[in-house]
């Protein structure tokens, strides 16, 4: 298959297919011709990236314990055991046993992962709310000295003005009348 192939059959861009190749996400062979260098992909390393990888609404989830790689791994076997059953005429049923305990761990994995990320928001809100209260409790402090310093600084400015008043010079009697 060629990229433009595999690009359709993932439903992603071929310049994601070749950045995977690039990357060594999925094995490929350059052909090289003359009009340019090629990638060929065989069905085997297609159906093995296929296991791996998952594109949901344009965003890739890959294997390491998440629970949709599980899935992905789970839809593409039944893919390929379909395949080879239609291939070699028989119809025998795939045991599902492992396949089904690998789902149930990723479902146990994915409510551990829920609940501890409940847990992490709980939390969350009790330090908003600490934060919230220490804030509150910051802001009557402060406003608490602002009182003080200004009822000081009016203090102040009263004894200042009566020193004034004390210190005034008494008025000169004018030296004629005016009559």
């Known amino acids: 298959m060629d990229v433009q192939e595999v690009a359709n059959r993932f439903q992603v861009h071929p310049s994601t297919v070749r950045r995977w190749i690039q990357r060594g996400r999925l094995r490929a062979t350059r052909i090289e011709d003359p009009r340019g260098a090629h990638y060929w992909i065989d069905e085997a390393d297609l ?34 055991t379909s395949k080879q059953a239609l291939m070699t005429g028989s119809m025998k049923s795939v045991p599902m046993e492992p396949w089904t305990t690998k789902v149930q761990a990723a479902l146990v994995n994915q409510s551990l992962l829920q609940q501890r990320l409940l847990q992490e928001i709980s939390m969350l809100r009790d330090d908003i709310q600490t934060l919230l209260t220490e804030m509150a409790a910051t802001k009557e402090l402060v406003d608490l000295q602002e ?25 000169r009697p004018r030296l004629w009348n005016r009559g």
Do not use: W
């Open 47 to 80: 159906n093995l990236q296929k296991a791996k990888e998952v594109t949901v609404v344009g965003k890739r989830h890959t294997e390491g314990g998440a629970p949709s790689s599980v899935f992905a791994e789970v839809a593409a076997s039944c893919e390929i």
């Open 147 to 171: 009182e003080r310093y200004r009822k000081e600084r009016d203090q102040q400015l009263m004894q200042v003005m009566q020193t004034l008043q004390r210190n005034k010079q008494p008025r």
